[in-house]
């Protein structure tokens, strides 16, 4: 979603400000802005619609100076995108405000604000954040403690970040349901909404903690937490380097990511199994007595997330013989579920962030879950600190809004799981033997499969001008099926569906017609004969079949049907990783036939931190 960066130290900060906002381009955004207090310490902001770059255009035709400024890319919300509705928002006295997340009682102290004489120029809730401070600050005197104030009356997510001309030597921060980061330097520190920000200027970071209230000056920074009370929260080293969010060789992040992945997947892997043998410990202390005593299986996630776990469902109940749940975390929230006995929650996030994840795990600390796993990319975030077991892979950062390398690796991370979960439950050593062979086999098919690229991008071609598509896959490969519709149209814009191939005569078949190109999965599998007779249907209705398939499946080219070979002799654990590449690299190249922007597409944020 939005991102925020600040810095308060004895030299110019506006070019550390910009490059962080350029470093968290890839969460989305609609509109940029700066604020900073300038030599005369008057501030000065400046905003724009559109990219980072026309910020800085701006900047370069009105040239700007100051040690403690502040800065932000807006995904609207409140608003449409607009320079009036970007961020920093100002009130009184030069009071500079930048906000991620939302306010839902912002109505209420409008109207409370506007009686006391105060006018507001945007349509957003973050102004009404800044007007309400500096009111407090009236009566208050003091920057820190009119924060306080403020947030004590605010209902909603947020995380913030004041800067004002009457307290010009420091940033006051707050967090609530939204994550920010203190980077610490030597005689600087910094701000922002994500380490990725900070990484050229800082490795060490403190991450607020929910209702957290901070003031930072350039050698010092203090804390009070939700009930007032002074606390010190530790500092951890990131193991992340400012060269990973480049793009070296490749066109997008998007393909760089795509071809990361035997990297990522093997990374993933690694110091987890050894000797034909997972090493369940790698989930935490708890980890094993947790698995033995497990009874069922909830798995909550948002989008691309989801898929995997929906993938996960099937290993768990067919190999753990676990009964299992995957649900979309925006439904979990709000609806009363019933807890089996001894259930294992585990929430799946690329960031850590998503806020819907994030608000089904707090719930279900309150409803008897036997305990909870989160699996996600980012160590720092609030998913991995508030859960009590972790599986954290090792994608790197990953840039383009949509997700590649941060899926297959949550499927490596979901495969170790059930692999934990079937020691406890029926596996003997040597089918954990042969599971962890099946994993440790993934990066090199992987490999294998990325040479499949330039058939695939002549494949393409075949979709710039069509306007829907639909995917076919039958048992674990249907989510497979969904995350390549959702792939597809995420960056080309194409309307794409996804149904199990069964279902094609109960609705879908209507649709098919030789404008409709239907994309089927067809691992040599237990299901394979019964989708051979589905895509039969679709050739007698006239549709165009693109069918990725084993080389011993059977399926030959023929008038209307073009089958992609994929790698022989790939197991059912493998097939949903393998299977999902080319359908990424398909999404890839209608995307850059079709002209869309690959690694920002439209409406879309790469870490969903509201609701």
Known sequence: ????????????????????????????????????????????????????????????????????????????????????????????DGLAIVHNGIIENHEELRAELTRAGYSFSSETDTEVIAHRIHYHLGTLGDLFKAVRATVAELEGAYALAVVSERDPDRIILAREGCPVVIGLGVEENFVASDVAALLPVTRRFVFLEEGDVAEVHRSSLRILDREGNRVERPVRESELSAEA???????????????????????????????????????????????????????????????????????????????????????????????????????????????????????????????????????????????????????????????????????????????????????????????????I????????????????????????????ALFLGRGALHPIAQEGALKLKEISYIHAEAYPAGELKHGPLALVDDQMPVIAVAPNNDLLEKLKSNLMEVRARGGELIVFADPDSGIEPSEGVTVITMPKHVSYVQAPLIYTVPLQLLAYHVAILKGTDVDQPRNLAKSVTVE
Not at 44 to 66: C, F, Y
Not at 275 to 287: D, K, M, V
Not at 304 to 330: D, N
Not at 451 to 461: H, K, N, S, Y
């Open 1 to 92: 979603m939005c991102g925020i960066v600040g810095a308060v130290a004895e030299r110019n900060i506006v070019p550390i400000l910009m490059e962080g906002l350029r470093r968290l381009e890839y969460r989305g955004y609609d509109s940029a802005g700066i604020a900073v207090l300038d030599d005369t310490v008057h501030l000065k902001r400046v905003r724009t619609v559109g990219k980072v770059k026309m910020l800085q255009e701006a900047l370069d035709g009105s040239p700007t100076h100051g040690k403690i400024g502040i800065a932000h890319t807006r995904w609207a919300t409140h608003g449409v995108p607009s320079e009036r509705n970007a961020h920093p928002h100002v009130s009184r």
């Open 245 to 439: 969010a480049e793009k070296g060789q490749y066109r997008h992040f998007m393909l760089k990511e795509i071809h990361e992945q035997p990297r990522s997947v093997a990374d993933t892997l690694q110091e987890r199994v050894a000797n034909g043998r997972l090493l369940e410990a790698a989930f935490g202390p708890a980890a094993g007595e947790v698995f033995r005593r497990a009874e069922h299986v909830h798995i909550v996630a948002c989008g691309t997330s989801f898929h995997a776990g929906a993938i996960a469902r099937y290993f768990i109940e067919q190999i753990c013989r676990l009964p299992c749940t995957a649900e979309i975390a925006s439904e979990y929230r709000y609806r009363n579920p019933v807890v089996p006995k001894n259930s294992l929650f585990v929430t799946i996030s690329q960031s850590g962030e998503t806020a819907d994840t994030l608000a089904a795990l707090r719930l279900a600390k309150q409803a008897g879950y036997l305990s909870s796993l989160a699996i996600c990319n980012v160590p720092e975030s609030s998913l991995v600190r508030e859960s009590e077991l972790v599986m954290l892979t090792r994608a790197g950062p990953e840039i383009g809004v949509a997700s590649t390398k941060a899926f297959t690796t949550q499927l490596a991370a979901l495969i170790m799981l059930v692999i934990a979960l079937a020691k406890h439950h029926g596996a003997d050593a040597e089918r954990e033997r042969g599971l962890v062979q099946r994993l």
């Open 441 to 468: 086999e993934i990066p090199s098919i992987i490999e294998r499969t990325l040479t499949l690229d330039p058939v695939i991008q002549a494949l393409a071609g075949r979709f710039a001008e069509k306007r829907h």
